[in-house]
């Protein structure tokens, strides 16, 4: 089961940050889920939420800021014992420094449409410039995102972010065409993960932080995990593949990522 860094490494680092990427690289990760709004001056920069209230000591819209503005600030505000500043990073930033990830999911949440439009256009002319095609898969929750990618260019791979059940969250991605299926772990089961498959699907399932729950949704037949503990979790299925102990029984024994 493939391991993605949620953020970079929420857990371990300042979220969405360069610092939190370079940490889980070092470490073997080289799958990663990451966030994406438009700045002020119409750039895709690495951010979850639309205000950066929570993440900086700064208030307002991430729209209201310029990359400039956005980078000089401190995103290390709620975690704790990171020893250096870091500010908000642009996609291609990220893109630039680490030329060998294996592979994004960049998440784009929902805005207004004429943010959303600029955004669309520049993720795919990054995508295109870059040749990312087999190296990212564009995920949202909102549809009509999806449905925007995929009309610029129809070989992005898009992806479908589900928190619920209802409405049929695999029915609205066939729908869509969708290459990625990004689902709440919770509400995964075995018949969701093999409808999925049968529609040509990876089954990522977010965000999960406990092995006990990792090895619930590998029963499943999930094919990868997003989790805020990427390095812990990689190191735990490393362990296990070079142990004889059977999975469940090294589980008991092991501690869970914290």
Known sequence: MIVYGHRGAKGEAPENTLPAFTHAYRHGIRHFELDLVLSKDGIPVLVHDLTVDRTTSHKGNVGNYTVAELAAMDARRNVTGWPTRTGIPTLEQ???????????????????????????????????????????????????????????????????????????????????????????????????????????????????????????????GVDSVITDFPTSTRMYFDNRAQSPLLPAQEASQSPEPA
């Open 94 to 220: 990220l893109l630039d420094q680490f030329a060998d990830i294996e592979h994004l999911q960049l998440e784009v949440k929902k805005d207004r449409g004429r943010r959303l439009n600029v955004l669309c256009n520049r993720l795919t002319e990054i995508i295109q410039r870059r040749n990312l095609y087999r190296t990212v898969a564009v995920t949202s929750a909102d549809t009509r995102f999806l449905r925007e990618i995929r009309r610029r260019d129809r070989n992005i791979r898009i992806g479908l972010v589900a928190e619920r059940k209802i409405p049929k969250p695999l029915t609205q991605a066939k729908r869509l065409n969708c290459e990625y299926f990004c689902a709440k772990w919770k509400i995964l089961s075995r018949n969701m993960v093999d409808q999925a498959h049968r529609m040509d699907m990876h089954v990522s399932a977010w965000t999960v932080n406990r092995i006990h729950d990792m090895l619930k949704i590998e029963e499943m």
